[in-house]
């Protein structure tokens, strides 16, 4: 029996979330390809490469590391070396390797709560973490529909406001479209302008639960065709959440914004066909800083009425072409 290389990195993500790992690490899959079958798994703590000889001689065509074989970008692969050699051998072997090591160290459950329960600490609690990020979710539903998929959302964990539940807010309107050859639409009819009476329905929720609260919605929801993510955690945590509900990669169409570099980024996730597209923005550069203080302070001497920031749409087009970039 086999399964996908993919399979196995979504596992981990849902054990252990890439975006739990510190900036300065490198998890994910480093080496091999998301769609190559996998029929035997080494673990280890590090990758050598006499493990790399031992792997190969044993058939295993994935091996999870938890320490990376590499931090960062490398300027020569090197055979006389022991990482030039270790890769060389992984690729010799067409084997895949997959990091997990700082997302796994805060994880739930994970390093820190083992060794922790270990030492018989009792009311343990972080040292340093992340403070809970709040999305917001908005999805237009038919009327029909709506406290479907509001109940859902709601009983996933979603509209949690202090010591009130079940927080959304709806607004009616009117949707339009068009459905062309070859579509199978909920409502409406090939070739004919269609006017569906929908509601737009949101609510907010901790950015931690977005994975199971997409999932429900999904299940809920008749007729969903594309996920706009506020960042690419969120557009990550919508693939999984598709993949919970019985979609696969395409089915629906997901959309990032942030664009990150690396293992865990939106540039990866493009170019390795798990999301239609994503985009870049300056983030830390001069016109994000100028965009800012023209918007918010009040000492700005003129505020714009307008403020163009420089992006960059990143497609299955370019996105390969800017791995690593």
Same mark, same amino acid.
């Given at each position: 029996?086999?399964?996908?290389?993919?399979?196995? =990195?979504?596992? =981990?993500?849902?054990?252990?979330?890439?975006?739990?790992?510190?900036?300065?690490?490198?998890?994910?899959?480093?080496?091999?390809?998301?769609?190559?079958?996998?029929?035997?798994?080494?673990?280890?703590?590090?990758?050598?490469?006499?493990?790399?000889?031992?792997?190969?001689?044993?058939?295993?065509?994935?091996?999870?590391?938890?320490?990376?074989?590499?931090?960062?970008?490398?300027?020569?692969?090197?055979?006389?070396?022991?990482?030039?050699?270790?890769?060389?051998?992984?690729?010799?072997?067409?084997?895949?390797?997959?990091?997990? !090591?700082?997302?796994?160290?805060?994880?739930?459950?994970?390093?820190?709560?083992?060794?922790?329960?270990?030492?018989?600490?009792?009311?343990?609690?972080?040292?340093?973490?992340?403070?809970?990020?709040?999305?917001?979710?908005?999805?237009?539903?038919?009327?029909? !529909?709506?406290?479907?998929?509001?109940?859902? =959302?709601?009983?996933?964990?979603?509209?949690?406001?202090?010591?009130?539940? !079940?927080?959304?807010?709806?607004?009616?309107?009117?949707?339009?479209?068009?459905?062309?050859?070859?579509?199978?639409?909920?409502?409406?009819?090939?070739?004919?302008?269609?006017?569906?009476?929908?509601?737009?329905?949101?609510?907010?929720?901790?950015?931690?639960?977005?994975?199971?609260?997409?999932?429900?919605?999904?299940?809920? !929801?008749?007729?969903?065709?594309?996920?706009?993510?506020?960042?690419?955690?969120?557009?990550?945590?919508?693939?999984?959440?598709?993949?919970?509900?019985?979609?696969?990669?395409?089915? =629906?169409?997901?959309?990032?914004?942030?664009?990150?570099?690396?293992?865990?980024?939106?540039?990866?996730?493009?170019?390795?066909?798990?999301?239609?597209?994503?985009?870049?923005?300056?983030?830390?550069?001069?016109?994000?800083?100028?965009?800012?203080?023209?918007?918010?302070?009040?000492?700005?001497?003129?505020?714009?009425?307008?403020?163009?920031?420089?992006?960059?749409?990143?497609?299955?087009?370019?996105?390969?072409?800017?791995?690593?970039?």
């Amino acid at each position: 029996m086999s399964v996908t290389c993919r399979t196995i =990195i979504d596992a =981990i993500d849902r054990l252990a979330p890439r975006h739990l790992a510190e900036s300065w690490d490198n998890v994910g899959l480093l080496v091999g390809a998301p769609d190559q079958e996998i029929t035997k798994i080494l673990v280890t703590l590090d990758v050598t490469p006499e493990l790399a000889v031992r792997a190969g001689r044993e058939g295993v065509n994935l091996i999870v590391a938890h320490h990376p074989l590499f931090f960062q970008a490398l300027k020569s692969i090197r055979t006389d070396l022991p990482i030039g050699r270790t890769l060389a051998g992984l690729i010799k072997a067409d084997i895949a390797l997959l990091a997990v !090591h700082t997302n796994l160290d805060a994880a739930t459950d994970g390093v820190s709560d083992i060794l922790a329960a270990r030492l018989g600490l009792a009311a343990s609690r972080p040292l340093a973490g992340q403070a809970e990020r709040l999305v917001k979710l908005v999805v237009f539903v038919p009327e029909s !529909h709506a406290e479907q998929v509001r109940a859902a =959302i709601t009983t996933a964990g979603a509209g949690h406001i202090g010591n009130y539940s !079940h927080c959304t807010f709806q607004t009616a309107g009117t949707g339009t479209f068009l459905p062309l050859a070859g579509t199978n639409p909920f409502s409406g009819q090939q070739g004919k302008l269609e006017y569906a009476p929908e509601f737009r329905l949101e609510t907010i929720l901790p950015e931690a639960i977005s994975g199971q609260v997409i999932t429900a919605m999904l299940q809920a !929801h008749p007729d969903i065709k594309a996920v706009y993510a506020s960042n690419d955690m969120m557009a990550a945590g919508a693939r999984l959440a598709a993949k919970g509900a019985g979609k696969k990669d395409g089915d =629906i169409k997901i959309l990032g914004t942030d664009g990150l570099p690396g293992p865990a980024g939106g540039i990866r996730a493009v170019a390795e066909g798990e999301w239609s597209a994503t985009f870049t923005y300056p983030t830390g550069g001069p016109e994000a800083i100028d965009m800012a203080k023209s918007i918010l302070l009040d000492c700005a001497e003129k505020v714009p009425t307008v403020v163009t920031v420089p992006t960059l749409a990143i497609t299955s087009d370019n996105a390969k072409s800017l791995m690593g970039n």
